[in-house]
């Protein structure tokens, strides 16, 4: 069965840490480029961190720059989010995408709250 888990998510103080990781399975995971996108209330999906399926090569969406490291261990199937000084407005279920030339697979998301 192809798939994506996320776990990790949770409920932080601001200026705290959490670490998200997404695991794959039934799919050649190194293959795949991979993705977080997050998505709060009311507002349109967000791309917020991609990381080639090398792992050569990230990029970050402006309001994560310098926050937030994209990282992946194609040994373990496994793309990782940390997310550190963590502010309210990252408050959102996050998801894992992934994609190759021929399909893109998404996992079920996760919550991250960040409140005092």
């Known amino acids: 069965q192809v798939q994506l888990v996320e776990s990790g998510g949770g409920l932080v103080q601001p200026g705290g840490s959490l670490r998200l990781s997404c695991l794959g399975s039934?799919?050649?995971?190194?293959?795949?480029?991979m993705n977080w996108y997050r998505q709060a209330p009311g507002k349109e999906r967000e791309l917020v961190a991609a990381?080639?399926?090398?792992?050569?090569?990230?990029s970050y969406a402006d309001s994560v720059k310098g926050r937030f490291t994209i990282s992946r261990d194609n040994a373990k199937n496994t793309v990782y989010l940390q997310m550190n000084s963590l502010k309210s407005e990252d408050t959102a279920i996050y998801s894992c995408?992934?994609?190759?030339?021929?399909?893109?697979?998404w996992g079920q998301g996760t919550q991250v709250t960040v409140s005092s």
């Open positions: 039934g799919f050649i995971f190194s293959i795949y480029h």
């Open positions: 990381i080639t399926n090398t792992g050569d090569s990230t």
């Open positions: 995408n992934g994609y190759s030339r021929s399909r893109q697979i």
